[in-house]
């Protein structure tokens, strides 16, 4: 198979939640593909000019609130008029707030919503049905290792996590036939630099590995190669799925785990 097969040069992708972690790594690794790329953030400006420097080209970086469901539809406009067409679409940002579940509010609830699900139907619906105009279009959502390994405490981002996998299948069921794919990246335990404060802890890295048949945390670069391969013509024939990035978690725990050192 050619390595042009894998090229992005002359695509232009909308990385979301760009700014650190998972999202700043997908975009690096975009963009050293050959895609152009329009950086998002919400409330981290100089981590994303930081990687706009990175990248180079004269990145865009562009802000917005996606638990604001109106502000992600004027989002979509700014980014069409201003750094348009956008052939690539990683839906990245999202959050996670944990707590109990019986303390579960309605607006805890509503926030999961609106940043990790609305936000996805606005833009596909604002950007896909130019791309499938076109011929060619990529949607690669982040999807998570608990939409099939939950927890109490996650109850209802794990939830939403599964609801974006329906939804990416059910819309590109309709639009594959127009040359635009849709499909699920999830990670598993990844170390970022939201979460290396909990990494430090030895107990729960401990507790982390138990649970990973690869035997470590993961890294944001780990994901690369499978937002790369899903955004590349060499992915003409994958849509609909779920690609798991997670060691194995989602195989089982570790062999040789004991009982009580995994959840």
């Known amino acids: 198979m050619s390595a042009d097969r894998f090229s992005l040069e002359g695509k232009r992708a909308l990385v979301t939640g760009a700014s650190s972690g998972i999202g700043r790594a997908i975009a690096l690794g975009l963009a050293e ?3 152009g790329i329009v950086l998002h953030h919400f409330g981290d400006a100089q981590g994303a000019a930081k990687v706009a420097d990175e990248i180079g080209r004269g990145t865009p970086v562009v802000e917005a609130d996606f638990t604001d469901t109106a502000a992600v539809s004027v989002f979509a406009d700014d980014v069409l008029a201003n750094h ?3 052939d690539i679409l990683i839906a990245n940002a999202a959050i996670e707030r944990r707590m109990p ?3 579960t509010s309605l607006e805890h609830v509503a926030a999961h919503v609106a940043a990790n699900f609305t936000s996805l139907l606005m833009l596909t619906r604002r950007l896909v049905p130019a791309m499938a105009e076109r011929g060619w279009g990529r949607v690669v959502a982040t999807g998570s290792v ?3 390994r939950p927890r109490a405490e996650t109850v209802v981002y794990a939830s939403i996590k599964a609801a974006q996998l329906v939804a990416i299948r059910a819309i590109g069921r309709e639009v594959a036939g127009h040359g635009v794919t849709m499909n699920v990246v999830s990670p598993g335990a990844i170390e970022t630099e939201a979460t290396a404060h909990r990494y430090a802890d030895a107990a729960f890295r401990c507790a982390v ?3 990973i048949p690869v035997g470590r945390q993961g890294r ?3 994901l690369v190669g499978a937002f790369v391969f899903l955004c590349s013509d060499a992915a003409s024939y994958v849509t609909g799925a779920d690609i798991p990035v997670d060691g194995g978690w989602t195989i089982g725990d570790a062999p040789g785990a004991l009982p009580g050192e995994t959840a």
């Open 146 to 148: 608990m939409a099939t």
């Open 84 to 86: 348009g067409p956008i």
């Open 101 to 103: 579940w019986q303390e």
């Open 209 to 211: 590995m138990a649970k």
């Open 33 to 35: 593909h050959g895609a």
């Open 220 to 222: 944001p670069d780990d």
